[in-house]
């Protein structure tokens, strides 16, 4: 098991930005896919990025593409989420999942994810 503490997240105008990062401890943090996950009150959780264990291969949803980047620091046993760009839309809850690399494949999945930390608020203003 992996244990997640996500921090970064506040208030901001549209148009701003924002770093969240996401702090891992227990197992070895280079065993884990990591991925960003948000939720918006009254809907689903839904993917946002992810990058594979050695940070080689990322992933995005479509609708944060060209704004938002994903990067880990093994050193560190942290992952990053640089959001640039920022809309009123992105607001909610941020929340950093570990999926233990049994193979290559780099998930979208919420259930490929058995690890989660507790959130970040993120609010952007209109």
């Known amino acids: 098991q992996v244990q997640l503490v996500e921090s970064g997240g506040g208030l901001v105008q549209a148009g701003g930005s924002l770093r969240l990062s996401c702090a891992a401890a227990?197992?070895?943090?280079?065993?884990?896919?990591m991925g960003w996950f948000r939720q918006a009150p009254g809907k689903e959780r839904e993917f946002v990025a992810a990058?594979?264990?050695?940070?080689?291969?990322?992933s995005y949803a479509d609708s944060v593409k060209e704004r938002f980047t994903i990067s880990r620091d093994n050193a560190k046993n942290t992952v990053y989420l640089q959001m640039n760009s920022l809309k009123p839309e992105d607001t909610g809850v941020y929340y950093c999942?570990?999926?233990?690399?049994?193979?290559?494949?780099?998930?979208?999945?919420?259930?490929?994810?058995?690890?989660w930390g507790q959130g970040t608020q993120v609010t952007v203003s209109s």
């Open positions: 227990g197992r070895r943090f280079s065993d884990y896919h």
């Open positions: 999942a570990a999926d233990f690399a049994r193979s290559a494949y780099l998930s979208e999945r919420i259930h490929s994810y058995d690890n």
């Open positions: 990058i594979n264990w050695s940070g080689g291969s990322t």
